[in-house]
């Protein structure tokens, strides 16, 4: 069964820092992804990463993968308030019909 | 380009009826959707897999006589929740997946149901 791991799940910080978010599965995948969520909201897509060493940034946001080592990150410079916001990552598998396996997500608060 | 839609947005309804909620991708059409649930807080979980013209996929735990899912066109698939109930509140949010080699899924708006 495919796991996927997010830490940390709560994450306080204040404008202008920096801070990464983990995200680790169990098993090979094809291609993870993350989204952001907003309270009350749907999934808005951050980025998908294909391949090993694949490494994209949007903005204030940078994301790599490490096969590998089954991990992601999601790395967040000079954070700004509105970066507040949950992420999830999640993996899916091509086998299985491309079901996706979600992490718990990390609630994300950005302090003036 | 991949728009998903949902209707409705929100809804609340009496214990013991059912409501039904639609999935439509509006600029391509999606043999595979997908259903999850989140409640608050919490990540979201896939309930099934809904193909068109066959019958839906559901996980384990899902009582798929409880969660009706249609699928009868490519751009359209429906949850009903069958004789609802508080614990069934919910937020439900649809994915449709696109074909062509890119295999992406795109999410829907979500739909909030609250039963009383």
């Known amino acids: 069964e495919l796991k996927v791991e997010q830490n940390p799940l709560f994450l306080s910080m204040q404008e202008g820092k920096n801070y990464t978010i983990y995200c680790n599965y169990s098993t090979t995948s094809d291609r993870l992804y993350w989204y952001r969520q907003d309270p009350g909201k749907s999934l808005e897509s951050l980025f998908v990463?294909?391949?090993?060493?694949a490494v994209k940034q949007e903005g204030r946001l940078m994301a790599s993968l490490d096969t590998k080592a089954r991990l992601s990150t999601l790395h967040i410079t000079a954070a700004v308030h509105d970066l507040s916001a949950t992420y999830f990552c999640a993996v899916d598998k091509r086998m299985g019909n491309y079901k996706l396996t979600f992490g718990k997500g990390t609630l994300l608060t950005v302090n003036p | 380009g991949a728009v998903v839609s949902q209707h409705p947005s929100r809804v609340i309804c009496k214990s013991g009826t059912s409501v039904k909620i639609e999935c439509r991708s509006l600029?391509?059409?999606?043999?595979?959707m997908f259903w999850y649930r989140q409640f608050p807080k919490q990540s979201l979980m896939l309930m099934a897999t809904?193909?068109?013209?066959?019958?839906?996929?559901?996980e384990q735990g899902v009582e798929k006589d409880k969660f009706l899912i249609n699928h009868a066109s490519l751009t359209l698939s429906t949850l009903t929740v069958t004789s609802a109930h508080p614990e069934d509140s919910s937020f439900y949010i649809c994915?449709?997946?696109?074909?062509?080699?890119?295999?992406?899924?795109?999410f829907g708006p979500g739909t909030r149901l609250t039963v009383t």
């Open positions: 600029d391509f059409q999606a043999t595979t």
């Open positions: 809904s193909n068109e013209g066959s019958k839906a996929t559901y």
């Open positions: 994915s449709a997946l696109t074909s062509g080699g890119a295999y992406e899924q795109y």
């Open positions: 990463l294909l391949s090993n060493g």
